[in-house]
């Protein structure tokens, strides 16, 4: 049997992982930097569990590894190092950023992972996994696609991770696609949106999706925004902030999405994705990703989710709702 590796495992959203991969019974391992908490749950789980660090030498820690599953953010630190281990030690790497950053790299990378017959999947949680199929979705209601505009909506509380992976993504300053090639868009002006509520104002960010939406639908020109309510983009001392919602913070606040697009001819085509929330959603699409990459479900190179599982995986995670506006 295939064996999976779940890297950062003790953080929020790799621990549900864990948990869910236990569930499914998957044949997986944990891994992380610290050796006490990993113990604890590989302990409560019975599985067995890897002490490394996301470095140049992570690759000798990768024997007998076939998927990579990486949790560990900001992935602006972890993830280029192990993309590079992967690719050395001939695992396929996963993981869950939203980060454009890292998609940058793993489409850069993407050539010599082809060559060394692994596979880049970066985004395999929420947001990147509803969206990117939502986008495949609306793109077959229009007759040439030209645009596609994503529009986020973050509600509740964010994880302490989320927290410092959004300061890596408005650190990478906002772009947009424009015939194709990523282009910075300092005076990108907010647009409206509506979740189900009414319009509401989204501000531009420069999400994953710039990279995954053209990979999977072809579309040349892609915008990104985001509708943030509540108090869900924290401010001070990120390191103080609690590790992510409690499960009835979770069940109170349900994720949604709008894509939009507009073909060469003028028509405009919008469509809603609802899911459970963000934080639940992802450790279930994750670990979904994981099994069927394991059971075969895989190409070499740099991949998005919507093509390497088709336009429908977002739907096969229970709760999960598309409707056409």
């Known amino acids: 049997m295939k064996k999976l590796l779940i890297y950062g495992a003790t953080g929020y959203t790799g621990r549900m992982a864990a948990e869910r991969a236990k569930t499914l019974g998957l044949e997986f391992e944990i891994a992380g930097r610290n050796q006490q908490r990993l113990a604890l749950l590989a302990e409560q789980l019975d599985v067995p569990l890897r002490v490394f660090t996301a470095d140049v030498e992570a690759a000798q820690a990768l024997a007998g590894i076939d998927v990579l599953l990486n949790f560990a953010g900001p992935f602006a630190q972890t993830a280029a190092p192990l993309m590079r281990a992967c690719i050395s030690a001939g695992v396929d790497y996963l993981d869950i950023t939203a980060e454009i950053n890292v ?5 850069q990378l993407g050539a010599e992972a082809a060559k060394a017959g692994v596979m880049l999947l970066p985004g395999v949680g929420w947001d990147v996994v509803p969206t990117d199929c939502l986008a495949v979705h609306v793109a077959q209601r229009v007759h040439d ?16 991770g989320s927290a410092m992976s959004v ?3 408005i650190g990478a300053g906002l772009m947009a696609r424009v ?9 990108a002006q907010p647009r409206y949106f509506d979740f189900g509520e009414g319009l509401v104002q989204c501000a531009p960010l420069s999400f994953g ?8 639908s072809g579309i040349p020109n892609i915008a990104m925004f985001v509708h943030v309510s509540g108090d869900a983009f924290p401010e001070g001392d990120l390191s103080q902030l609690p590790a992510g919602p409690t499960a009835e913070q979770r069940d109170t606040h349900r994720a949604r999405a709008v894509v939009e697009v507009t073909g060469i001819d003028g028509t405009v085509a919008r469509s809603l994705i609802e899911t459970v929330n963000g934080y639940s959603y992802t450790p279930l699409a994750a670990v979904e990703a994981a099994s069927r990459v394991l059971e075969g479900e895989r190409r070499p190179g740099f991949e998005t989710p919507a ?15 598309i409707k056409d506006l």
């Open 103 to 107: 998609y940058r790299l793993a489409e």
């Open 145 to 160: 696609p030209l645009s596609l505009s994503v529009a986020l909506q973050v509600p509740g509380i964010m994880s302490r």
């Open 167 to 169: 300061s890596e993504i």
């Open 179 to 187: 015939d194709g090639h990523l282009v910075p868009t300092p005076d």
């Open 209 to 216: 999706d710039l990279v995954t939406g053209w990979h999977s």
């Open 307 to 321: 093509q390497i599982f088709g336009g429908g995986f977002a739907e096969t995670i229970e709760g999960t709702i």
